[in-house]
């Protein structure tokens, strides 16, 4: 079982309209959640990280996290074409190793 | 404020050959991690560096490969006796691991290594 799950897509939404992104790890004792984009042919780049239950939110961006069900997302509301990219999830148990999914494609249709 | 850096950006070696990748982090942060990205593939971490020290090196090949973050300079990531399968992205992330931002970490361009 990977650590890190993530519906690869392509996710395709309208411009204007919230995309929604989800994530699943199956390592319970993990400690911080991070949300990366990354357009085709760069690195990645921070969008938010959350350590605790609940939301945490930043301008347009949402992240949401729970524990108990092992799952945390990323909502993109008002999204716009320059937010389509890949949208990574990492998570780390101790900050030493971190887990990255493979990424969801995000297409915002103009 | 420059951001962290790796050089070169593109690698091409024959296989057989040793490839040396290079990070220098962030201004001010002094722990360094090392990533592995294979096309159409997620980021697989391979070790985790303080100056001077490997924390944690789990990801890893037994073989072939080595990073060392030395007390100046930057970091290196050394592939000795390339082969094809080495071919892929080198991403390098480095973090202050302090205070809020304990645990974040910020990428440098990336090398691409290519082998012949």
């Known amino acids: 079982q990977k650590e890190v799950e993530q519906n690869s897509g392509p996710l395709s939404v309208p411009e204007g309209a919230i995309a929604s992104l989800n994530c699943t790890y199956s390592?319970?004792?993990?400690?911080?959640f991070f949300w990366y984009r990354q357009y085709s042919g760069k690195s990645p780049e921070l969008i938010m990280f959350?350590?605790?239950?609940g939301d945490k939110e930043d301008g347009r961006f949402t992240a949401q996290l729970n524990k108990a069900s092992q799952y945390v997302s990323l909502l993109i509301r008002d999204s716009q074409p320059s937010d389509s990219a890949t949208y990574l999830c990492?998570?780390?148990?101790?900050?030493?190793?971190?887990?990255f999914g493979t990424g969801t494609s995000l297409t915002v249709i103009p | 404020n420059a951001g962290v850096m790796q050089n070169p950006r593109h690698l091409v070696r024959r296989r057989g050959q040793e490839a040396r990748l290079r990070c220098s982090p962030m201004?001010?942060?002094?722990?360094v991690y090392w990533y592995r990205q294979l096309p159409e593939e997620g980021l697989k971490f391979m070790v985790y560096?303080?100056?001077?020290?490997?924390?944690?090196e789990s990801g890893m090949p037994k073989e072939r490969f080595s990073a060392e973050f030395p007390k100046e300079g930057p970091s290196i990531l050394r592939i000795q006796q390339v082969v094809r399968g080495d071919s892929a992205a080198y991403f390098c992330?480095?973090?202050?691991?302090?205070?809020?931002?304990?645990?974040?970490?910020?990428f440098g361009p990336g090398t691409r290594l290519t082998v012949l």
């Open positions: 992330a480095s973090s202050p691991r302090e205070g809020s931002s304990y645990n974040e970490q910020f």
């Open positions: 390592d319970r004792g993990s400690q911080s």
């Open positions: 959350i350590y605790s239950n």
């Open positions: 990492a998570v780390t148990p101790t900050g030493n190793q971190f887990y």
């Open positions: 201004k001010g942060h002094s722990h």
């Open positions: 560096l303080q100056k001077e020290n490997i924390i944690d």
